[in-house]
């Protein structure tokens, strides 16, 4: 039976992203023969959506496919029928990225975007958001595919999975897609040689490789990468772990464990950006900027090489992929996050992890990892019951709850100083923070308020 051509609704429209995941979607058009794009965003983000709309026309315009492009600030005007719901949103925009950066980098502990006290943060204004959505699916789309990359990804996907019930969900991310790519060419291999296994928590996995024989070559990957022919993305600053710390890990870390294997070199390094030249939220405006000027070229129909300077690379390779591959049902190696099912024996079968996993109609299949060694068994039952706690708080507004994540947080001292930073950014982000309003108003009545000369900061640049 022939298939119906696919309706995507990507909510998040007006990100820089969008040509990326236009571009992914004109590749495999042969694979997934989409009938609609709809790109949905708020009222803040109106004119960006215009202007990456227009492109996204031009890029199908130019391709062989006859594709529309509908803009609206509408979700429920685009979802009916939708098959696939793409989500690529940031709740208060970049200027809340910087708020989460430097309130506590003014106390000397990580503002980043998924880590630490700026990632929970995040969370908390995300996963409200995330669960509206999924009721305006269950009315408008109830057999459409959620497919999440806001992030922090794993929090939020878990809570449309523990507290939307939706099952028909998956997260992911542009990191291992990278390292797939990245390590084959250099210890000297072919990708379709190697065979990869992840495991772990969005933006805190793990991975082995192995040859098409069998043999496991993890060790070969690992000198690669101390050798310094393995990176990362460009969003992380590209510190050099320590060799015998790597080396008794007996696995390749994702690169964002350089925020907890090197949190003081990270946390140095992030503080002299935010003295000197901004912080990462900061840095990306500016790129931000640069990018739509480029995107509002009328005779612009491709995605711009600039755009890798985001951090956002083989973004498409990862979304269009499992979207492909569900409705395919190609039964795809992608790593992603879901259901646990005992994947991670170490964690709980419900819980929501990012390992590899084969994607057909049915949804993700988790592949069997096995435990980990004690090391890592600490860390990932450590950040795993920290998420929990953070989507908890996120869904209920228990200021007990957010205390006791950021207690848990590895990246945020516990005490007096972690309690002043999570109460500042509860009132810096209010707007965006409802369920928090009781202990908002009640912090404001003691007086609290953010530090005098990051307030100041924050209002010469406008926010």
């Not at 529309?68 to 979802?79: G, I, Q």
């Not at 320590?242 to 090197?262: D, F, S, T, W």
């Not at 269009?320 to 992608?334: K, L, P, Q, R, W």
Request: charged letters at 25%.
């Amino acid at each position: 039976m022939e298939k119906k051509p696919v309706k995507i609704v990507t909510i998040g429209g007006g990100s820089s992203y969008t040509p990326e995941l236009v571009e992914g979607f004109i590749k495999r058009y042969d694979r997934l023969p989409i009938r609609e794009m709809w790109l949905v965003d708020v009222e803040e983000g109106r004119e960006k959506m215009e202007i990456v709309g227009a492109m996204a026309q031009r890029m199908w315009d130019a391709s062989p496919y006859k594709v529309k492009v509908h803009m609206t600030l509408d979700r429920r005007e685009a979802l009916p029928g939708a098959d696939f719901v793409t989500t690529q949103f940031r709740v208060g925009l970049l200027n809340a990225r910087v708020k989460d950066e430097r309130i506590p980098l003014s106390y000397g502990m990580l503002g980043q975007e998924t880590n630490g006290a700026g990632g929970m943060f995040k969370a908390f204004r995300t996963i409200p958001v995330i669960l509206s959505i999924v009721e305006d699916m269950k009315e408008l789309c109830p057999d459409a595919w959620l497919i999440n990359f806001t992030n922090p990804s794993g929090m939020v996907t878990e809570s449309v999975m523990r507290y939307g019930h939706w099952d028909k969900v998956v997260g992911l991310c542009n990191v291992p897609v990278g390292a797939m790519l990245d390590e084959p060419g250099a210890i000297g291999r072919d990708a379709s040689e190697l065979v990869y296994r992840f495991a772990g928590l969005n933006h805190f996995h793990w991975h082995r490789v192995f040859d098409i024989q069998g043999h496991e070559v993890t060790d070969q990957v690992v000198d690669a990468y101390l050798a310094g022919k393995v990176s990362g993305p460009a969003n992380i600053p590209g510190l050099e772990f320590i060799p015998e710390q790597l080396k008794a890990v007996g696995m390749m870390p994702c690169m964002y464990h350089r925020y907890y294997y090197l949190q003081e070199e990270m946390l140095r390094h992030a503080i002299e950006e935010y003295n000197t030249i901004g912080t990462r939220a900061q840095q990306v405006k500016q790129t931000e900027a640069e990018l739509f000027e480029l995107y509002k070229d009328p005779n612009l129909n491709y995605k711009p090489e600039q755009l890798a300077k985001r951090g956002g690379a083989h973004y498409s390779d990862a979304a269009c992929e499992t979207i492909a591959s569900i409705y395919g049902n190609t039964n795809t190696h992608i790593v992603l996050t879901t259901r646990n099912n005992g994947a991670l024996p170490d964690l709980p079968p419900e819980v929501a992890v990012e390992v590899s996993a084969y994607v057909g109609a049915a949804g993700a299949q988790a592949v069997a990892f096995g435990p980990l060694h004690p090391a890592q068994r600490g860390w990932l039952q450590l950040m795993k019951n920290m998420e929990l706690c953070v989507e908890e708080a996120a869904v209920t507004g228990d200021y007990g709850m957010a205390l006791q994540a950021f207690t848990l947080n590895p990246l945020v001292p516990s005490g007096k100083t972690g309690k002043r930073v999570l109460d500042e950014l509860l009132i810096a982000h209010k707007k965006y923070l409802p369920q928090f309003a009781d202990t908002i108003a009640r912090l404001e009545a003691e007086g609290v308020t953010i530090k005098d000369e990051v307030a100041r900061s924050l209002t010469e640049q406008g926010l």
